[in-house]
């Protein structure tokens, strides 16, 4: 059974910083695309960013392109998705997301969650 643990989140003002983390667990992980939504209250649930294992596929939503970036440790069996510049829009639930294949930018696309974790950042 695949679990997805996200950690990291928390409160921080405009311009800081945060990394989330998801920790993976349950089966092997190596054909499979890791992604983080985010979810703000009263709105959808809206892609962030997304990778493959082997670190060689990105990918972001155009609104945190050169502010977030996203790598696996295949060591830990973590993802993190490191936030800077973050701004008071960024602020969501932010959840962790697996799928088997590769991409996927839809919250449709993935079968697995975690139980997300609050980001707030403050103006």
């Known amino acids: 059974q695949v679990q997805l643990v996200e950690s990291g989140g928390g409160l921080v003002q405009a311009g800081g910083s945060l990394r989330l983390s998801c920790a993976a667990s349950?089966?092997?992980?190596?054909?499979?695309?890791m992604g983080w939504f985010r979810q703000a209250p009263g709105k959808e649930r809206d892609f962030v960013a997304a990778i493959n294992w082997s670190g060689s596929r990105a990918y972001f939503a155009d609104s945190v392109k050169g502010r977030f970036t996203i790598a696996p440790d295949n060591a830990k069996n973590t993802v993190y998705l490191q936030m800077n510049s973050l701004k008071p829009e960024d602020t969501a639930v932010y959840y962790c997301?697996?799928?088997?294949?590769?991409?996927?930018?839809?919250?449709?696309?993935?079968?697995?969650w975690g139980q997300g974790t609050q980001v707030t950042v403050s103006s």
């Open positions: 349950g089966r092997s992980f190596s054909s499979y695309t």
């Open positions: 997301a697996a799928r088997r294949g590769i991409g996927g930018i839809k919250s449709t696309d993935y079968e697995n």
